[in-house]
């Protein structure tokens, strides 16, 4: 106990110049980028910037295979020859009547050999009454869900990396949730809005004949104009997907002085275009995004070099937009915007001064408080606070996490508590000497009985802040964590630096009497 | 040597308060306080802040002294109709509040954030003026931190439970949590009076104020359990006030530090941070005094005959 080795010494002593430098690079320049460097980030809330959370529509995500299997049955059928009667989607799957008795075992063949997304990605079965239906197994479902969250990411990426926006960070939260940070982004609605658009650009073909009928025929579908005139008749069947673009760009349209959107095809889709567009020459094209027709041109010549331009009344912004959105790609499902959180940049700056004198004039409390009650004990506890403070610095830096205003918060009050530890110390030695022991005995007996005292309260401290990590979200979490790490730095700091002052200290004197 | 020695004390040395003999004084006390945090909880009940509540809440600060009407009539402009414009902090800020679209319409998310964007656009319209904060919260989502937060606060308990369980006897457990149970009764009264809002911060504020509030009792019980080793016949009331008194001085001196610590942060810490401190500053002085005048009283009456057999005189006749 009143013993510390030179190895001891040395390594308590190390931990501590090793902390300062690793609070060095939160205020010094890099001085050689093969450095590692990491520091504190700044939370939102004293910096300045949004915080957005993301729900995915995962209803939307089922709705679309169910929508995409009944028109890959029906393109089975037609293929092969087969009627059907009564196609239909239920919640789980797709159902039809065959046309005749006789055709169900074609039927049942035909579809059990249409390409899956997964394996066993759906059942091919004969139902009641003679219906045939297609059954999405639930594992298939789950994993299409998870995907999709996954694809959304990525593509919400890259939306906000073409923005411009600096050290976004984009992570997935539970099941079906993103939570979209954007530092220095004050006023999120342009972000809001592009990532609010699915952007799903699908080409189809205008069902003419239906134009004025109140009920679509089957495999057609009433779509509305994007400029909110009216609908247009197009057939469901998607001839040229907007998945298959490679590249998209806003310009001035040279004929019109429009602002119009040129968009590339990858070889698949500029085969497809190609085909499409020869076989129908002189029939309108409908160009449709997220269910509404932006334009639907009439095709006068086969596009082969699978190049093609969208006017459809774009301001500049619309159509910078739109080719972003078109680069990007196609979210997977609907985005919708559940919390919003943005803090202007003055706000942060208000906040960083407001903390940053609070945990300074704490910290001088604290040490004054420490020098008056404890003297030359009280001033080793202090040094033990210093180190505490670079300690959590230092391993907050190692982390590179992220410092809230409420993370600052806890380390004020880490600083009032990690003194708890010395008090208990100091002032079971001072009862030792007023039991009558030898200087030497009483630090001893105080170092020995206060250590278990001190382990105790720290863990039921340690619980009630890792709770508070794990059920906690957003600033909360970042007060948990600056305590959590705090309990631990305390830890270091009064049962070993602490103490190795005192003791050193008792070594070189070796006085008769304590100073309590 | 002038910093050898320390210049104050709290407690002179030798000190012997009877604080067991105003053990039910001090359990009443604490019972008509909680009794009555409680009527304050049901009625008029605690300020829900967004966090739980849900809805909008914009701060903006105005080009000289805020005029409430020229804002009013800017948000009308936007077609947005403010549950509330008030002042906070300075003059030149203020507080904009609106009320989401009910949960059961639909769209009801997509309208909440086109309102924000309203907002925005009115104040924008405003020579000079910013926004400085802008919060959203879906209905959806405020249950769901409700939820967390109230999950975090009562694990947090049963983990208190099961730590003093495994490391005392259980009359010790059951009396800290009780104790406990009290603390956080009177915090709930505490803002219910003040009118501070309740949210995510205040969750962790209550878990901090009981944090501490255990780590007291620990150091107390410690005492206590080391005492019941020491002195094997002296009665249990005694002996509580004997441990009590030799831990004054440091549960006194740590709530000191941990009062001044939090101090500044109460009186310039802003808007969103003072509420906080204060009810740490108030769970402080709860948690202090509840240690001596609660949690120290529960264990005599629990423990008087299991903890202490010993002491009771010989009956054999």
Known sequence: MMYYSRLRMASVIGVCLIGLALCLPNFIRQPSPSLPWRQIHLGLDLRGGSYLLLQVDMASVATDRLRGLQDQTRQTLLKAGLGYRNLATGPHGVTFTPRTPDETQPDLKALRAMPMNTPGEFKVEEGEGGQIALTLSPDAARQRAYDAVTQSIEIVRRRIDATGAIDPEITRQGEDRIIVELPGISDPERVKNLLGTTAKMTFHLVADSAIGSSVPPAGVEMLPMSDGQGTLPVFSHVDVDGADLTNASASIDQDGGEWAVNFTFDSTGAQEFGDVTRANVGKRFAIVLDNKVIEAPIIHTAITGGNGQITGGFSAQQATDMALLLRAGALPAPLNVIEQRSIGPSLGADSIRAGGYSLAAGFVLVIAFMALFYGRFGWYANIALLANLVLMTAILSLFEATLTLPGMAGMLLTLGMAVDANILINERIREEVARGRSALQAMQAGFERATATIVDSNATALLAHVMLFVFGTGPVRGFALTITIGIVTTLFTTLLLSRMLMVRWYARTRPSTLPV | ?317
Not at chain 2, 32 to 49: K, N, Y
Not at chain 2, 114 to 140: E, F, K, N
Request: hydrophobic fraction near 50%.
């Open chain 2, 1 to 317: 040597m002038m910093f050898d020695r320390p210049l104050l004390r709290f407690v002179p040395r030798g000190t012997k308060i009877n604080f067991m003999r105003g053990r039910f004084i001090g359990l009443a006390t604490s019972a008509v306080l909680s009794i009555a945090s409680l009527i304050l909880f049901f009625h008029p009940g605690l300020t829900l802040g967004l966090d739980f509540r849900g809805g909008i809440v914009v701060e903006a600060r105005t080009q000289g002294p805020a005029d409430f009407n020229v804002i009013r009539a800017a948000l009308a402009k936007e077609h947005v109709s403010a549950a509330g414009v008030q002042s906070f902090g300075g003059p030149d800020d203020v507080l904009i509040r609106l009320d989401t679209p009910p949960e059961s319409e639909p769209d009801h998310e997509a309208r909440t954030q086109a309102m924000v964007d309203s907002v925005r656009h009115a104040i924008a319209t405003l020579p000079g003026a910013q926004v400085l904060r802008a919060d959203a919260v879906g209905a959806s989502v405020s249950k769901e931190l409700f939820r967390n937060g109230m999950l975090a606060l009562g694990i947090s308990l049963l983990m208190i439970l099961a730590y003093i369980w495994f490391r005392f006897e259980w009359e010790f457990a059951v009396s800290a949590v009780v104790t406990l149970v009290l603390d956080l009764t009177k915090a709930i009264g505490f803002l219910v009076i003040t009118h501070f809002e309740f949210d995510l911060v205040m969750v962790a504020a209550i878990l901090t104020i009981l944090g501490y509030s255990t780590n007291d009792k620990v150091v107390v019980y410690d005492r206590v359990r080391e005492n019941l080793r020491k002195y094997r016949t002296m009665p249990l009331a005694e002996l509580i006030d004997l441990s009590i008194n030799e831990t004054l001085s440091r549960t006194l001196g740590t709530s000191c530090t941990v009062f001044l610590a939090a101090l500044p942060l109460a009186l310039f810490g802003g808007a969103s941070l003072s509420g906080f401190a204060w009810v740490m500053l108030f769970g402080i002085v709860v948690g202090t005094s509840s240690s001596i005048f609660i949690a120290a009283p529960l264990l005599l009456l629990m423990g008087e005959k299991r903890l202490r057999r010993d002491a009771r005189p010989p009956t054999r006749s």
